[in-house]
């Protein structure tokens, strides 16, 4: 990809000659003549690197590094400047600039110090990623055939660019897996901006999502950025983008299609540079079949679509996961004993991974240091229904049924040991029994 280069610089020929050179040695050069312009380019391009003159006709160039940075923190800067300036360059490095020539400048040295000075930008960012990485929480995958699926999509996802769609239950780790996929490429340089869809109303999504000029409304006082701007060079996850309500789809819509938008109050079309993550535990296809998200959307969002399969369906992964989720929730322990265990597995996890963790937190703060987790520190989890297959689940009436005969087998039948181990009174038990009875009659 050609380098794109900010050129601030208010002598028109200096610009001319800049151009002719650069562009010929595969620069993209976008040109500006004073700060005012410099500004607008910077908050709506995306640059790798920016020549900087310091006496410009609407201030000085040192005042522009602090500008620059605020947008883009790694930017590599190049001073030039007049040969009597050289306290003023020296200050522009202490401000933030990599490098300065003085005029006039031969283009020919000014090519070595710009690929010198983009060669150290990009380490510079390829080590801004690596401590972000050393940073993230850890996304455990586990050995079972769904999830090594899931992390083939989540690795080509994290190499590229497209937008992708994470689905499955609540709990099954479709927050973690997007901040995973941003964490992967280049853009972990940048911010992962989320936005949750289910709250957003019409005029938080101008105010909050697109920013305002000053004086849109009373209290603007300033110019402030929205959280496109944000995740300029970076990941917009859009969260349950299934409970996104109609209108606020119709403008979001415009706003994948062009990737530009405006500031409320302000008439310039900003643009913004985003990976698109979208997450929902809905189903999609049936809520378009249903009227209640729009089809274009649906094919804009979903062209990497990733499923995170429930925890029922991957028990196999359960041991593993434990010993992962204990070792980050910082205990000692790192595996259960065996009829702790089976009392996991013989679970049917609605809550998923959350839940999980959070009945894992429950038991360390209940067992006390230097002793073993029991299965009594687990006694929730004994009172509900055994785990059925995903496929075979019916409604909630069906499953207590099920459960209800279950429990009365492995009592041999007696409705009072029954009616004790289902925490219910005998009384209860009776009159669901009838009542099933009934239905079956
Ligand atoms: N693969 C995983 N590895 C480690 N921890 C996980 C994993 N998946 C989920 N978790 C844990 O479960 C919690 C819930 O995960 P997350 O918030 O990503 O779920 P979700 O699918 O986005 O749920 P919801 O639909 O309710 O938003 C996380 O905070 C994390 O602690
Ligand atoms: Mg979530």
């Given at each position: 990809?050609?380098?794109?280069?900010?050129?601030?610089?208010?002598?028109?020929?200096t610009?001319?000659?800049?151009?002719r050179y650069?562009a010929?040695?595969?620069?993209?050069?976008?040109?500006?003549?004073?700060?005012?312009?410099?500004?607008?380019?910077?908050?709506?391009?995306?640059?790798?690197?920016v020549?900087?003159?310091?006496?410009?006709?609407?201030?000085?160039g040192?005042?522009?590094?602090?500008?620059?940075?605020?947008?883009?923190?790694?930017?590599?800067?190049?001073?030039?400047?007049?040969e009597?300036?050289?306290?003023?360059?020296?200050e522009?490095?202490?401000?933030?600039?990599?490098?300065?020539?003085?005029?006039?400048?031969?283009?020919?040295?000014?090519?070595?110090?710009?690929?010198?000075?983009?060669?150290?930008?990009?380490?510079?960012?390829?080590?801004?990623?690596?401590?972000?990485?050393?940073?993230k929480?850890?996304?455990?995958?586990?050995?079972?055939?769904?999830?090594?699926?899931?992390?083939?999509?989540?690795?080509?996802?994290?190499?590229?660019?497209?937008?992708?769609?994470?689905t499955?239950?609540?709990?099954?780790?479709?927050?973690?897996?997007?901040?995973?996929?941003?964490?992967?490429?280049?853009?972990?340089?940048?911010?992962?901006?989320?936005?949750?869809?289910?709250?957003?109303?019409?005029?938080?999504?101008?105010?909050?999502?697109?920013?305002?000029?000053?004086?849109?409304?009373?209290?603007?006082?300033?110019?402030?950025?929205?959280?496109?701007?944000?995740?300029?060079?970076?990941?917009?996850?859009?969260?349950k983008?299934?409970?996104?309500?109609?209108?606020?789809?119709?403008?979001?819509?415009?706003?994948?299609?062009?990737?530009?938008?405006?500031?409320?109050?302000?008439?310039?079309?900003?643009?913004?540079?985003?990976r698109?993550?979208?997450?929902t535990?809905?189903?999609?296809?049936?809520?378009?079949?249903?009227?209640?998200?729009?089809?274009?959307?649906?094919?804009?969002i979903?062209m990497?679509?990733?499923?995170?399969?429930p925890?029922?369906?991957?028990?196999?992964?359960?041991?593993?996961?434990?010993?992962?989720l204990?070792?980050?929730?910082?205990?000692?322990?790192?595996?259960?004993?065996?009829?702790?265990?089976?009392?996991?597995?013989?679970?049917?996890?609605?809550?998923?991974?959350?839940?999980?963790?959070?009945?894992?937190?429950?038991?360390?703060?209940?067992?006390?240091?230097?002793?073993?987790?029991?299965?009594?520190?687990?006694a929730?989890l004994?009172?509900?229904?055994?785990?059925l297959?995903?496929?075979?689940?019916?409604?909630?009436?069906?499953?207590?049924?099920?459960?209800?005969?279950?429990?009365?087998?492995?009592?041999?039948?007696?409705?009072?040991?029954?009616?004790?181990?289902?925490k219910?009174?005998?009384?209860?038990?009776?009159?669901?029994l009838?009542?099933?009875?009934?239905?079956?009659?």
């Open positions: 990809m050609k380098p794109n280069v900010l050129l601030i610089e208010d002598n028109a020929a610009r001319f000659g800049f151009v650069f010929k040695d595969g620069y993209d050069i976008v040109e500006a003549a004073n700060l005012a312009e410099a500004s607008i380019a910077m908050r709506t391009c995306r640059f790798d690197i020549i900087l003159d310091i006496n410009l006709p609407d201030g000085s040192i005042d522009f590094i602090e500008t620059a940075k605020a947008n883009d923190p790694l930017i590599p800067i190049i001073i030039i400047t007049g009597g300036d050289i306290p003023l360059a020296v522009a490095m202490q401000r933030g600039a990599d490098n300065f020539l003085t005029k006039p400048v031969d283009n020919a040295s000014l090519a070595v110090f710009m690929r010198k000075t983009l060669e150290i930008g990009d380490l510079k960012q390829q080590q801004s990623t690596r401590k972000r990485l050393e940073k929480d850890d996304f455990f995958i586990g050995e079972t055939r769904a999830m090594r699926n899931v992390h083939e999509l989540a690795r080509a996802a994290g190499d590229g660019d497209i937008p992708v769609l994470i499955g239950e609540t709990g099954t780790g479709k927050g973690m897996l997007a901040k995973w996929i941003h964490q992967q490429g280049e853009r972990a340089a940048h911010e992962c901006v989320e936005i949750n869809c289910s709250g957003l109303r019409g005029e938080m999504l101008s105010r909050e999502i697109f920013g305002h000029a000053r004086g849109a409304f009373t209290s603007a006082d300033q110019d402030r950025k929205g959280l496109l701007d944000i995740a300029n060079r970076g990941t917009l996850f859009l969260d983008i299934g409970d996104m309500g109609m209108d606020v789809q119709a403008q979001f819509l415009k706003v994948l299609e062009d990737k530009s938008y405006r500031r409320l109050g302000d008439v310039k079309l900003l643009r913004s540079n985003f698109l993550i979208c997450a535990h809905h189903d999609l296809d049936s809520l378009v079949s249903s009227g209640q998200f729009r089809h274009d959307l649906m094919y804009r979903n990497l679509s990733i499923h995170l399969p925890l029922r369906e991957r028990m196999d992964d359960l041991p593993a996961l434990v010993s992962h204990l070792r980050s929730l910082g205990s000692g322990i790192s595996t259960l004993s065996d009829d702790v265990m089976k009392l996991l597995c013989g679970y049917s996890w609605p809550g998923n991974i959350r839940e999980l963790k959070n009945v894992l937190e429950r038991a360390l703060l209940l067992t006390p240091r230097g002793t073993t987790i029991r299965q009594t520190h687990f929730n004994a009172m509900t229904r055994p785990p297959p995903y496929r075979q689940r019916g409604t909630i009436q069906e499953d207590e049924e099920a459960r209800i005969k279950a429990v009365l087998a492995e009592q041999g039948g007696n409705v009072e040991l029954a009616a004790k181990s289902l219910v009174s005998r009384a209860t038990l009776y009159r669901r009838i009542q099933i009875g009934r239905k079956q009659a």
